[in-house]
């Protein structure tokens, strides 16, 4: 079975660039979820989608990242315009129940 | 609403050593717990995992934690550490109520010395 697969897995862009990130998540999971860790800090949870609907985007930073799930498969993140401080690690994690199977990450750096 | 504290930010030890990485959380409601390890240039990995029953709860290479309610704690032992254990190692928490959002602690880098 295959994993949780994100792509990019690198990216660089210069502030007020566009970037979109991508997660497919595992087979059959309802449950998919986005988290982020910039340099130096902890892990910190973005949004959690059931199916095609968003169940909680309370860690959403603002409004420059739009997230979606059209067809409850796939997930796209767009952040629009980049900022410097939007640089990181952007993690992908996909669930049927309580336990979260990450992806490898995209790691974004912003100049 | 639930936050994790690991205490330690790096621990270096000699292979074949024991280590114990502290995890302690806060909470309102009834948690589960998670241990994920990141290994060099790679992403993030389920170790083990408390949901219910035993509290003391194992990987298959050789860790164990034990969930521990009266101190809030979810410690994660090894016996005896190989060099391939150097990752970094994360504690996290959620609600036990259905699908809910990982709260993360900072992480502990684990670095193993021959």
């Known amino acids: 079975e295959a994993g949780v697969t994100q792509f990019p897995s690198h990216s660089v862009i210069e502030k007020g660039q566009t970037v979109t990130l991508r997660c497919d998540p595992i087979?059959?999971?309802?449950?998919l979820y986005w988290y982020r860790r910039v340099m130096g800090k902890e892990i910190k949870f973005l949004l959690h989608?059931?199916?095609?609907?968003?169940?909680?985007e309370s860690g959403m930073p603002n409004n420059r990242f739009l997230a979606e799930r059209t067809g409850g498969t796939y997930s796209t993140l767009k952040v629009q315009p980049a900022e410097l401080e939007d640089s990181g690690v952007y993690f992908c994690?996909?669930?049927?129940?309580?336990?979260?199977?990450f992806g490898p990450g995209t790691r974004l750096l912003v100049l | 609403a639930q936050s994790v504290t690991q205490l330690d930010s790096q621990v270096p030890v000699f292979e074949e050593a024991p280590v114990e990485l502290r995890c302690n959380y806060s909470?309102?409601?009834?948690?589960?717990l998670f241990w994920y390890v990141q290994y060099p240039n790679q992403g993030l990995q389920l170790l083990l995992k408390?949901?219910?029953?035993?509290?003391l709860v194992e990987s298959i290479n050789g860790f164990e934690a034990e969930f521990n309610k009266s101190q809030t704690s979810f410690h994660l032992r090894k016996p005896s550490v190989h060099i391939s254990d150097t990752a970094e190692y994360f504690c996290?928490?959620?609600?036990?109520?259905?699908?809910?959002?990982?709260?993360f602690g900072q992480g502990t880098r684990l670095t193993i010395n021959p």
């Open positions: 909470s309102s409601v009834s948690v589960y």
């Open positions: 087979s059959g999971h309802d449950n």
């Open positions: 996290a928490v959620s609600g036990s109520q259905g699908a809910q959002k990982l709260v």
């Open positions: 994690a996909s669930s049927q129940a309580a336990t979260q199977y």
């Open positions: 989608f059931v199916k095609e609907s968003k169940q909680d």
């Open positions: 408390y949901l219910s029953g035993s509290t």
